[in-house]
C-alpha cells in the first residue's frame, strides 16, 4: 500500500528474473519453469503501476506473455541428433 513497498516488491520481482534467465541460459530444466512462474509473477505484479503507466504495463505484459511461451514450447531439452 506504500509506494516503497511497491518499490520492494519490484525489486525482489527483478532479482528472481534475473536468477531464472541465468538459469534459463546455463541450460536448467528447473530454471525453466521458474522462469515461467517468475514471468506470470511479474505480468500480475504489473497491474499496479497500470494506472500511472498503461502503455508500459500493457507493453511489458505482452513481453511476459511471450517469455512465458516461449519457454513452454522452445525451453525443453534440445535433441543432440
Not at 511497491?6 to 541465468?22: D, E, K, N, R, S
Not at 528447473?30 to 499496479?48: C, D, E, K, P, Q
Not at 500493457?58 to 531439452?77: M, N, P, S, T
Amino acid at each position: 500500500s506504500d509506494l516503497r513497498t511497491w518499490g520492494w516488491i519490484t525489486l525482489i520481482i527483478g532479482v528472481l528474473c534475473i536468477l531464472a534467465a541465468g538459469g534459463v541460459l546455463a541450460g536448467s530444466q528447473w530454471a525453466r519453469w521458474f522462469g515461467m512462474f517468475v514471468a506470470g509473477l511479474n505480468a500480475i505484479g504489473l497491474f499496479a503501476a497500470a494506472q500511472g503507466y498503461p502503455l508500459w504495463t500493457l507493453l511489458i505484459f505482452a513481453c511476459d506473455i511471450l517469455v512465458i511461451y516461449a519457454l513452454a514450447v522452445y525451453g525443453g531439452r534440445r535433441d543432440t541428433a
